[in-house]
């Protein structure tokens, strides 16, 4: 029997869906067939293009998967109540009953099937032989990738999970159990190895927003890393790493090594400019630093700038960049750990917000817990989305998935796991933070650092930790990095009483000061904060405002501001790693009896 789909809605598993067993009961009134659907190259196409629409959902990597499911840890923090929903999924406070559970589930392997329809008809499809063979073996492997790219998140998120390769027949038994994460990691692993020559590097595709051979290869570094790395298992509940872990560092370190080797990918030399140029609705295409983006259309899709980045709390009927919510929060601590000289620092983070007609204001200075990732800014936006577009939520700045800095950490992070700090090594922590620092003082804090932090294998791989906190902060990376290291509870442990003690002036943070000086620039558009990392004796300077820094808070802000963090601390148990979530009600009610939440400590 000829199995029939849609164009825009492909036939979903019946775990992923508690209404799909009554939809197959149903006779489609689609006479597109598979066969016609892969009849040519323009078909073809837009079959593996309603695999990437579904990344572009509200319920995927527009909002929880980009947010929520990646908070809390010791970078970026969720600061509300636990309300059953998004803030509740940051705070590991979830049953699964649990609001916005099963969405992403869902979307997550819809998308996975319909992957699979392309990747059992494109072989053998008229295509696939002959003029456009070329091209219809970029799309298998960008299908392939794809794919590969939700089990990563499914299984970061709910460790052992039903494992489909094969589209949906009729007469399929719908019903499927968790497959082992070590088993679908291993698969998914050799399967992007297999399709790595099919996918052109992006300085042949010109475009981020589609999968390129740089992608695939990153991704199967991460996914390796993931694999190596620490999780807690099904069952057992153990912290443990792949049972192959060890082989599993050396695919991570030659495919990172192909990369950097190839010369397809460089360092943008200006850091700030890599986001400034998502924000202009542009890609890098000189130095082709990121590697994929999720591709979000303006006022349609995608909250970058919005709920995540700076805060733009504007009143005036007509604010010059409209409101952005940056309901995704960052711990003073973060800002303080930077080298008061690393040029990452006031680009990811900074002390000033937007208020009144876009006019930076000091309510940061005061506001205590209103640090926001701000490598996403609504100002930056170009063109500007004030005006008639001041309550606009979807911004459409694309959303990063991967950079080539990231491919030179995880090179060094292998290396060192595999042969300890060497030369190769050190070259490739280097290059991050030449880039982080001017020039001239590259003696010192690139040469003399990099030598310091290599005297040992774990030294050195301390450094990494600090690096990729440094370098990715507000990209919502920091969480799986955590996980693999077995680092989540101890790292957000020490977030939490670096807070406390900011504010209680602990000789340890004796660089933060007491009050912060500070005036309005360039008509107002930015602000000069002029002892940010030390402080002053005088009581007043001419032409600057003087404003209460944290160790100076009130008794009654202290103890709001300590709950903030506690909040953050109290809902991740160290003892158990509860790290990941419980699959939801529905989903399990529909399985058939084959899925349960023995992930859940």
């Known amino acids: 029997m000829k199995k029939y789909i849609e164009i825009l809605v492909l036939i979903s598993i019946i775990f992923m869906s508690y209404s799909c067993e009554n939809y197959l009961e149903t006779e489609s009134n689609s006479t597109f067939t598979e066969e016609n659907a892969f009849s040519n190259l323009d078909f073809a196409t837009k079959e593996v ?314 309510q940061r200075l005061v506001g205590r817990t209103n640090f926001t990732p701000c490598k996403w800014r609504r100002s930056w936006i170009t063109p500007s989305m004030g005006g008639d577009q001041k309550s606009a939520t979807y911004t459409g700045v694309n959303w990063p998935l991967m950079r080539y800095a990231d491919i030179v950490l995880m090179f060094a992070e292998s290396e060192n796991e595999i042969n300890g700090p060497t030369q190769a090594a050190k070259e490739a922590l280097s290059l991050i933070r030449q880039r982080a620092f001017p020039k001239e003082l590259w003696s010192s804090k690139v040469v003399n650092y990099v030598d310091s932090v290599s005297t040992s294998k774990e030294s050195f791989f301390n450094a990494i930790v600090d690096e990729r906190g440094w370098e990715f902060g507000g990209e919502m990376l920091r969480k799986y990095d955590l996980v693999r290291w077995n680092l989540l509870g101890e790292k957000i442990r020490i977030m939490e009483e670096g807070c406390k003690k900011i504010i209680n002036d602990d000789p340890e943070y004796a660089n933060v000061p007491e009050y912060i000086f500070w005036k309005y620039e360039d008509d107002n558009e930015t602000m000069d904060i002029l002892n940010p990392d030390y402080r002053l004796p005088e009581t007043s300077i001419e032409s600057y405002t003087r404003s209460t820094w944290l160790p100076r808070l009130s008794d009654s802000q202290k103890a709001s501001f300590i709950t903030n963090f506690e909040r953050v601390a109290n809902g991740y148990d160290e003892a158990k790693n509860n790290h990941l979530y419980p699959i939801a009600a529905d989903i399990i009610s529909a399985s058939n009896g084959l899925l349960n939440n023995d992930q859940i400590p």
Not at 223 to 232: D, R
Not at 324 to 331: K, L, N, Q, T
Not at 337 to 342: G, H, K, M, Q
């Open 49 to 362: 293009l309603g695999i990437y629409s579904n990344f572009t959902s509200v319920d995927l990597y527009d909002y929880f998967l980009g947010l929520y499911f990646k908070c809390d840890n010791d970078i970026e923090c969720v600061l509300g109540a636990n309300d059953g929903g998004k803030y509740s999924l940051a705070h590991y406070a979830v049953d699964e009953g649990t609001s916005y559970l099963e969405e992403p589930w869902n979307l997550l392997y819809q998308s996975i099937e319909r992957a699979n329809i392309c990747i059992d008809n494109l072989p053998g499809s008229p295509i696939w032989e002959g003029e456009y063979e070329n091209e219809a073996r970029q799309l298998y492997g960008e299908a392939v990738t794809l794919r590969a790219l939700c089990y990563y998140e499914l299984v970061s998120l709910w460790g052992d999970v039903p494992f489909q390769i094969k589209s949906t027949q009729a007469g399929d038994d719908y019903y499927l159990p968790k497959t082992g994460r070590d088993s679908i990691y291993e698969y998914l692993i050799q399967d992007l190895k297999d399709v790595e020559d099919y996918v052109p590097w992006m300085t042949e595709t010109q475009t981020a927003e589609r999968v390129n051979k740089g992608f695939v290869k990153g991704l199967r570094a991460r996914m390796a890393l993931a694999y190596a790395g620490y999780s807690l298992r099904n069952g057992t509940h153990e912290t443990r790493r792949g049972r192959y872990w060890e082989d599993y560092y050396k695919i991570a370190n030659q495919e990172c090594l192909e990369i950097m080797n190839a010369g397809k990918h460089q360092l943008n030399p200006d850091f700030e400019n890599i986001f400034k140029t998502l924000h202009a609705y542009s890609q890098d295409l000189a130095y082709h630093e990121v590697f994929f983006e999720i591709a979000f259309g303006r006022l349609i899709s995608g909250r970058v700038g919005q709920s995540i980045g700076m805060r733009f709390t504007t009143s005036p009927a007509e604010p010059k960049y409209g409101r952005a919510a940056g309901e995704i929060r960052i711990p003073p601590t973060y800002f303080y750990s930077f080298d008061t000289e690393d040029i990452r620092r006031n680009v990811s983070i900074e002390l000033y917000d937007y208020n009144d007609a876009g006019f930076p204001s000091q």
